[in-house]
């Protein structure tokens, strides 16, 4: 049998990939590009994924070492997954190993091989069914359950109860030992029964989604650009539910994980779709069955962070990046790359379309607008009648101030709180002046852990650092 060698890519900071030979009695046709191996690597076993399949190597036998273990039978990473960890990894300049390693899983990095679990789905029996609604009178909580499952078509998962204020597992319990509701096992989630009815888009919404609807299939970047409560997450759900209707898959980007339950609820209310989440404020398991889930197609919806912009689908249909102007789409340690320009990358790869919603968009998006390589798609109005917040600008140069507020300043607070209503001041500086400096011999107050200056706060008589918190004496 020839020899052949295995190209590998280790999750390491150097530039390039390493040859060894495969496992003892195993065929060229054993390994194919995206499998993860497991090296020996120095002194440390490494996790690797294979990039090529050469029959020549520059190393001599003494330098080969072979493979420890080949982890996947399957390739975890698809040739577009690839391809698209090459592009970043050329574009970012970093080393192709560790991109690949940021492209998967916290537990797929560390060797681990985990399936994806199954979930159990709750559904009425034959008896649950046939039982009247006066008999569930003393039991209000199983009453409540047994409408929701009553409603569903089809099984759910638990995650269905999640807006439920109580705790659902004992009425549930009671519900399974009398007989009236059935488990069952899938592999796939349960759909999620749609609680709120669509609503009818403005024209300029609807202008916006037959804009992307009458689009050729095929890579498209749109910007949805539109003023707060537009209304641009209805442009989304109308055009998700087309996506879902045609059997593709959505990936939904957001900045923060705090906006993330809010609009997950509102997905669940609106769409039935097999939904999952990701991002950093969910345990190593929860995000590794997400991640397979839209991997193998078991998911509808991803609605993720920065990092979700990584896992694969396995039938793209829409990419939605919300806030695209936000900076935390940046990954700024390790790692450096911007989520939105490898979601852009990623579409392009797929021959999908891409929105990015903002209602102020980034200067980049803007020039590529100018440049004909973004479609602008403007929601001037906000929705349901509410109106633009009353925007005033005062000049004080020619004002009395008292303690630097304006006579019409103190007026409007006034009687904001004669209306028992609150009020929001921001200030433009926090402390009484932003350095201090010594005009004899010119030293300067800086922070001898970060190099920062530091802030001057006269009620306290103290120097403090902003960035990193340190503390100090005004020096006399």
């Not at 520059?58 to 592009?87: E, G, Y």
């Not at 679990?117 to 609604?133: H, M, N, T």
């Amino acid at each position: 049998m020839p020899e052949f060698y295995l190209n590998i890519a280790v999750d390491t900071p150097l530039n390039r990939l390493f040859d060894y030979r495969p496992v003892k009695q195993s065929a060229r046709s054993d390994y194919r590009l995206g499998q993860r191996v497991l090296v020996s690597f120095g002194r440390s076993q490494k996790m690797g994924v294979i990039l090529g399949v050469s029959s020549t190597t520059l190393l001599n036998s003494k330098q080969l070492k072979s493979i420890t273990q080949l982890l996947d039978a399957v390739p975890v990473l698809s040739v577009q997954d690839i391809k698209l960890a090459k592009w970043a990894a050329d574009y970012y300049h970093h080393p192709i190993g560790e991109v690949l390693a940021q492209t998967l899983p916290k537990q797929l990095r560390s060797g681990q091989s985990p399936s994806i679990k199954r979930v159990p789905l709750y559904s009425l029996s034959e008896v649950g069914l046939a039982i009247e609604e006066r008999q569930l009178k003393r039991s209000p909580r199983q009453s409540t359950l047994w409408h929701q499952l009553k409603q569903s078509s089809k099984p759910v998962a638990s995650d269905a109860f999640s807006s439920l204020e109580w705790d659902w597992r004992s009425p549930l319990n009671s519900m399974i030992e009398k007989g009236w509701v059935t488990i069952s096992q899938e592999d796939a989630q349960a759909i999620s029964q749609p609680t709120t009815p669509s609503f009818a888009p403005n024209l300029a919404q609807q202008a916006a989604i037959d804009s992307v609807s009458n689009t050729p299939q095929g890579f498209q970047v749109f910007l949805l650009d539109g003023v707060t409560g537009s209304g641009k997450t209805e442009v989304y759900l109308q055009l998700i539910q087309q996506v879902l209707e045609a059997g593709k898959q959505v990936l939904i980007l957001l900045p923060e994980i705090t906006l993330t339950p809010q609009l997950a609820q509102r997905f669940r209310q609106r769409l039935a779709a097999q939904m999952v989440i990701s991002h950093s404020g969910l345990n190593d398991t929860q995000r590794t069955q997400a991640w397979l889930r839209l991997k193998e197609g078991l998911a509808n919806i991803l609605l993720g962070t920065r990092s979700a912009v990584f896992t694969p689908m396995s039938r793209p249909g829409m990419i939605i990046l919300d806030e695209e102007h936000d900076t935390s789409f940046k990954q700024q340690e390790g790692f450096r790359y911007s989520a939105r320009d490898v979601a852009i990358m990623r579409a392009r790869d797929y021959h999908i379309p891409i929105i990015l919603g903002t209602a102020t968009p980034s200067f980049e998006s803007l020039y590529n607008v100018q440049q004909n390589r973004f479609t602008h798609l403007v929601l001037p109005e906000r929705t349901a009648g509410a109106t633009h917040p009353d925007i005033r600008l005062l000049d004080c140069r020619n004002q009395k101030l008292d303690n630097h507020l304006s006579k019409s300043l103190l007026k409007a607070i006034t009687k904001t709180l004669q209306r028992n209503e609150q009020v929001i001041l921001f200030v433009n500086r926090r402390g009484f002046a932003p350095v201090l400096m010594c005009h004899s011999c010119g030293w300067l107050g800086q922070c001898r852990r970060c190099d920062s200056r530091l802030v001057i706060h006269k009620k306290s008589n103290l120097l403090k650092c902003h960035h990193c918190g340190v503390e100090h004496t005004v020096p006399n």
